[in-house]
């Protein structure tokens, strides 16, 4: 490692040059590429799917639509405790375990 370093640094213009070669050519690459990108992807056959498939033709007004979810915390808000929606002691996954 010692050597590649004291190669680099007595090659300051070379490493610098290899940089920027490396720079615009993943610039040129991407921009080869295009922004032709697909945001879709299936399951078939799972519970999720099938239960998809039922909220889509009870509410197809609503179908594909996403929401953001926010969780309330009681206390100091720094780590991860909470309540369980299912009664007290039901999920130790969420209290906060040592200090």
Known sequence: MAALA????RHRL???LLWLGA???LGAASSAAGT????VFSLPNTDSTT???????AFPERAGDTDTVVWKVD???GGASGTSPYG???SPR???SGG
């Not at 032709?36 to 945001?39: K, R, T």
């Open 6 to 9: 004291r190669w680099c640094y």
């Open 14 to 16: 070379v490493v610098l």
């Open 23 to 25: 720079l615009f050519g």
């Open 36 to 39: 032709n990108y697909a945001n």
């Open 51 to 57: 239960a998809y498939d039922l909220m889509e033709k």
């Open 75 to 77: 206390g100091d808000g």
């Open 88 to 90: 007290p002691g039901s």
């Open 94 to 96: 969420w209290r906060r």
